[in-house]
């Protein structure tokens, strides 16, 4: 199925999204891979807070090459997802409700998608130059230092994904390779 997901994106609004589903979402996400997760999770480990709001957020792990003058970002394909998932759990807990990568997630991180109403959405790699064109705005957020790998507010129009872990369980790589069997 197609659908226009627009924000706010919220747990109420992905609860239907179902593994294999072709979504466009519009709105705020933030970039972020390993470097800045490690960071979220020791500031949250010293009690500290997020430096921006999680809740209800997605975050799509992308570290963009520089944009060329006149772009608003560079290439923007996705990160392998597994990268982060020794520090999903803990943000998904925090309200995470969705994130964007490629490749498959751990069994905790599935798990813990379906304990807290979330979804992983997929983004074609090696599709980055294309992907880019749906990114309107891009403000970094926090942890400049990082370079590439600052979190950044991206305001996305329409940007291509595919359910890949539901709220519910269900796999779309697991589904597809049982189907071939």
């Known amino acids: 199925m197609e659908i226009r997901l627009k924000e706010p994106f919220t747990k109420e609004s992905i609860k239907d999204l179902k593994a294999g589903d072709y979504v466009y979402l519009t709105g705020t996400v933030y970039s972020a891979r390993d470097a800045a997760h490690k960071r979220m999770i020791e500031a949250l480990d010293r009690g500290e807070e997020l430096p921006f709001d999680i809740k209800d957020s997605i975050i799509y792990y992308l570290g963009p090459s520089p944009a060329r003058e006149g772009a608003v970002i560079g290439s923007a394909?996705?990160?392998?997802?597994?990268?982060m998932d020794?520090?999903?759990?803990?943000?998904?807990?925090?309200?995470?409700?969705?994130m964007i990568g490629k490749g498959k997630r751990t069994a905790p991180v599935k798990e813990s998608i379906v304990k807290n109403g979330c979804v992983y959405f997929a983004a074609v790699g090696g599709a980055g130059a294309l992907l880019s064109r749906c990114i309107k705005?891009?403000?970094i957020v926090c942890y400049e230092d990082l370079g590439t790998e600052a979190v950044r507010r991206l305001y996305v129009e329409d940007l291509p994904v595919i359910?890949?872990?539901d709220s519910r369980g269900e796999d779309l790589y697991e589904n597809v390779t049982k189907e071939k069997a």
């Open 163 to 165: 359910v890949i872990d």
């Open 77 to 83: 394909g996705p990160t392998t997802a597994g990268r």
């Open 86 to 98: 020794k520090y999903t759990p803990t943000l998904l807990d925090l309200g995470l409700c969705g």
């Open 137 to 139: 705005s891009s403000e």
